[in-house]
């Protein structure tokens, strides 16, 4: 048996999204800045999908830029709120601890450029509260930019709630909602979201194309220069097969969200609490503010990669954290953020389900798991250390 569980990471593109792509590669191949019939319609396909999508956050379809992904409009999205703030003689930013490093590497960046950037502690339990974020804003911060739900402990944070927040200061409001597009309920306007990220192929889209919505009436600072496609603002000719793809797949997974919701979240919780009964053992984020797919565990006394390789070799695909770092040997930063020891965050593993896993799936990771901690503690001179007592046990 083999059981994807790295649905975090990315998805299986859907039967819907592969058949929205093809008519744009087979009929409606042409560039949709061409004037000629072939061109329109491509043009016309494009313009539908702008609708899709758009109606799928509560917003007007001249407010989603195409971009690659949810790095790009991540980048686009700090960059322009940067560039209105200096302008504004407005210099500091509000983030977490916890973001993914498309964000706290272009704050990084942005540090560089004089800009003060503070990161919000995060609580234990992964979580930022609408206070925290009150309580952070100054007379000079031009941006708040917090995750809509984390991508390796699937804490939800409180959008709506740090969004009026923010609204009520007179501050721009960024989300990147690249895990929550397709799994929770969006609404920009009720939410107070003045910018949000997201990315096909977390919701059975495809790679290599995302969207961010832009309030009306917010510049954007360019990042890619070259012709006038996305009203000016992304250059390059759209991918339209991809974006096709991606507003077919984003509509069917809000048409089916709250099923989806349910089957989902009842193999999550059945994962939760098989191996909360693994020795030493604590599950990572907020139990009831949690994406419903998300499982993330510490096992202390072993090694992630080593749990990874075990798995697959048991036929189970999982992940010890963000795919996007799957080759640093540092431990997880979400994990050191919200407490997590070094030695413990070095022994994670993330499952993140979805729709099409099934009841046989989730006992067959509650037999491999198990039995692969117990196989790697046998072999590890820490573990021998710990159940000795010349170690204290952290878990």
């Known amino acids: 048996m083999t059981v994807y569980a790295d649905n975090a990471a990315t998805t299986r593109m859907s039967r819907t999204a ?52 949810g790095s790009e409009a991540d980048n686009q ?55 925290q974020v009150a309580d952070a804003i100054r007379e000079d911060t031009c941006l708040v930019t917090v995750m809509y739900a984390n ?23 960024h989300t990147d909602a690249v895990q929550a597009a397709g799994h929770l309920p969006i609404d920009v306007q009720a ?17 290599g194309v995302g969207a961010l919505y832009v309030r009306g009436g917010i510049p954007l600072v360019n990042v890619i220069e070259g012709g006038a496609q996305e009203r000016g603002k992304r250059a390059g000719t759209e991918n339209v097969p991809g974006i096709a793809g991606m507003a077919a797949a984003l509509e069917e997974a809000c048409a089916h969200m709250e099923e989806n919701r349910v089957k989902v979240t009842a193999l999550r919780d059945k994962l939760i609490a098989g191996l909360s009964r693994i020795p030493h053992s604590a599950v990572n984020g907020d139990l009831e503010h949690r994406l419903p797919g998300n499982v993330n565990f510490c096992f202390e006394g ?5 749990l990874l390789l075990l798995l697959d070799a048991a036929g189970i695909c999982a992940s010890s954290g963000s795919a996007c770092t799957s080759g640093s040997l540092d ?4 994990l050191l953020a919200i407490g997590r020891p070094h030695e413990v965050a070095h022994g994670s593993l993330r499952l993140s389900l979805c729709e099409w896993n099934t009841q046989e799936e989730v ?32 878990l």
């Open 18 to 69: 592969l058949d929205a792509m093809l008519p744009a590669m087979e009929e409606n191949y042409g560039n949709p800045s061409s004037l000629h019939s072939v061109g329109q319609r491509a043009a016309e396909l494009l313009m539908k999908s702008r609708e899709t999508v758009a109606r799928c956050l509560n917003c007007q379809p001249r407010e989603i830029i195409f971009t690659s992904g």
């Open 77 to 131: 999205a700090l960059l322009s709120a940067a560039a209105i703030g200096r302008r504004k003689g407005k210099m500091h930013i509000i983030s977490t601890a916890f973001e993914h490093h498309a964000i706290l590497h272009t704050l990084k960046k942005l540090e560089k450029e004089g800009f003060e950037v503070e990161l919000l502690p995060v609580h234990e339990n992964g979580m930022v509260s609408a206070q």
């Open 151 to 173: 991508n390796e402990i699937g804490s939800i944070l409180p959008i709506e709630e740090i969004g009026a927040v923010c609204r009520e200061k007179g501050v721009l409001f």
């Open 191 to 207: 939410q107070h979201i003045d910018m949000l990220s997201l990315s096909g192929h977390k919701f059975h889209g495809p790679k």
């Open 302 to 306: 072993i090694e992630g990669e080593s």
């Open 331 to 334: 431990p997880s930063h979400v």
């Open 363 to 394: 006992d067959h990771i509650l037999r491999e798991v198990p039995r692969v901690v117990e196989y790697l503690r046998s072999m590890s001179p820490v573990w021998k250390d710990l159940e000795s007592g010349k170690k204290a046990f952290m």
